[in-house]
């Protein structure tokens, strides 16, 4: 069994029946994580008869502490499975160490009890860590909607270069995948709604049924979460590695804002391209639709055109624009807060990209249905 890890090689080989030696090569303070104890572990649990274990260190370049706990635990696992553990081919250094660690007995009292926190103090504590996670996110908000303001006046540092850019990134670029999902949403709607509406004899309603689903509804919120899934988890990842490689904090060094500079053109394109993105999406959707309605149904082409002209009203088609406009917003924000918030580590920028798509989907469904309650008390 072999552990491959940046300059540092373990081998675990069987010499003989019960005897299993183990090659150590490499510089194991360039590790960036502990020796492969697991694979010792397998080795000695796989072993038909394990009697002794044994170490080959001629090609070991360099070690440090984590190596003598790495050894010691292998000790321990010797003990448990009654296993003679040989250190003759270890570093001089290493076995004073392990005589040292055996010669005083670890005391009893020294390793601390988990201790379980009360119930009212971990409700205290996600209360805490709640109102500030809110409150960073009212903060962000103000903060962009003052940028927005100073570039309305012509008077922030933003450059419509990178703006434009962005709108080629999140618009013609991602065309491809807005047609194919909202495509097969079409397929989908027609597909069900042609089975239930068979069984009255209403086939022909099926065009309204698209038309309206898609519209008003499916067409800006498909788009908005195939772009919080796509662009929103891009802005997350960007900016997380620009805080890991400290280029934010370079950018305030120079006087620069990093929320007019960075998080507005991203906000800005994404507004202007979700409303070209979410007409496109239902015209995409209509077409999915006419593809089952022509195909399966006893509907001619000019009849499914005709219902689904009469059946789409302006102020449907504005309504989705609008919340599409609206869900982009939205992908940008979660997008660009949660990179922003991103800790300075790889494992952080994966978490806040993450972070940035549960949050942004989450918030498109909530905002969805806010405005479907909206429309029905305003009558739209």
Known sequence: ???TASNVNLVVEQQSPGVLLIHLSGNYREQSGPPGLEVVRQALSRAPVAKSLSFESSGLTGWDSRFVAFIFNCTELCRAGNVELRDDGLPEGVRRLLRLARAVPERKDVRRAAVKAPFLENVGERALKGWAGTTAMFTFLGENVLALGKLLRGRAQFRWADAFLVMEQCGPQALG????INFLVGLILAFVGAVQLMKFGASIYVADLVAIATVREMGCIMTG???CGRTGAAFAAQLGTMKVNEEINALQTFGIS???????????ALMLVMPFLCAFADLISIAGGFFVSVGMLDVTPTEYLTRTVNAI??????LGVGKGCFFGFLVAYTGCLRGMQSGSSAAAVGEATTRAVVTGITAIVASDGIFAVLTHVMGI
């Open 177 to 180: 995948i807005v047609a194919l």
């Open 225 to 227: 979460i195939i772009l």
């Open 258 to 268: 990093p929320i007019e500079f960075l998080v507005l053109p991203r906000m800005v």
């Open 313 to 318: 009203q302006l102020k449907s088609f504005l």
């Open 1 to 3: 069994m072999t552990e």
